[in-house]
């Protein structure tokens, strides 16, 4: 079956810091990529995504992520964290078969704590 | 705003009852998944409705079951409650099952099960 790996469960980190979580998938196949955040109390936000292209991909609030097909990974990166970015950042995925949409598949999350 | 609602927020049952929870998906969207999110876990696919036809299921026993009204709008209906059925359920909706499409989440129910 499917899944997906996130590799850090908390990170805890200060104002200015640089951030990589990473993400891992495990499917042979042609896959769609994103990143949701989940701010206290509010709905799933989605940061970005890969569906084909660049595989640098530039997302909302600072944020971008690398499709590194080879090593089947989605990190993703923000040069320079705030106090508002603390938040659950979850990695998912959709197999592509042939362009029906497969559910996606959520990484387990990880909290991230930025120090004011 | 993503334009997808549910209700309730928030409520409790007790183990053995019913619970019903609804959802409005964004305006012309086709497609709704339901996911639930148990405490630090990341959310788990239930099932997606298509056009009011279930259109592929999660790894959840048949007393998790579901309704697309012509509106598209829907409902998630779990009976014989668990105490591990205690969890955040999300809607989500998208414009039909294209997995090029932007997937639009709710802010979910939490359902806690006493």
């Known amino acids: 079956a499917q899944s997906v790996s996130q590799h850090n469960h908390h990170v805890i980190l200060s104002e200015a810091a640089s951030l990589e979580l990473g993400c891992n998938y495990s499917y042979g196949g042609t896959v769609n990529l994103f990143w949701y955040v989940q701010y206290p109390g509010q709905h799933l936000q989605l940061l970005l995504k890969y569906f084909s292209g660049d595989p640098l991909v530039k997302g909302i609030k600072g944020f971008e992520a690398e499709f590194i097909k080879s090593k089947f990974s989605f990190n993703l990166r923000k040069p320079s964290v705030q106090w508002s970015d603390t938040a659950e950042y979850f990695c998912a995925v959709i197999p592509n078969y042939g362009g029906s949409q497969g559910n996606l598949i959520f990484g387990k999350g990880t909290k991230l704590s930025v120090k004011p | 705003e993503t334009g997808v609602t549910q209700s309730p927020t928030h409520l409790i049952k007790t183990r053995g009852q019913q619970v019903t929870l609804r959802c409005s998906s964004q305006s012309g969207h086709n497609t709704v998944s339901w996911y639930q999110q148990a405490l630090g876990q990341g959310p788990q696919f239930i099932f997606q409705?298509?056009?009011?036809?279930?259109?592929g299921r999660g790894n959840f026993p048949p007393r998790f079951s579901g309704l697309q009204f012509p509106n598209y709008s829907s409902e998630l209906n779990v009976n014989a409650l668990e105490l591990d059925d205690s969890a955040l359920y999300l809607c989500?909706?998208?414009?039909?099952?294209?997995?090029?499409?932007?997937?639009?989440f709710g802010e979910g129910s939490w359902l806690t099960v006493v």
């Open positions: 989500a909706s998208s414009h039909n099952r294209n997995s090029g499409n932007t997937i639009y």
């Open positions: 409705y298509y056009r009011e036809e279930e259109n």
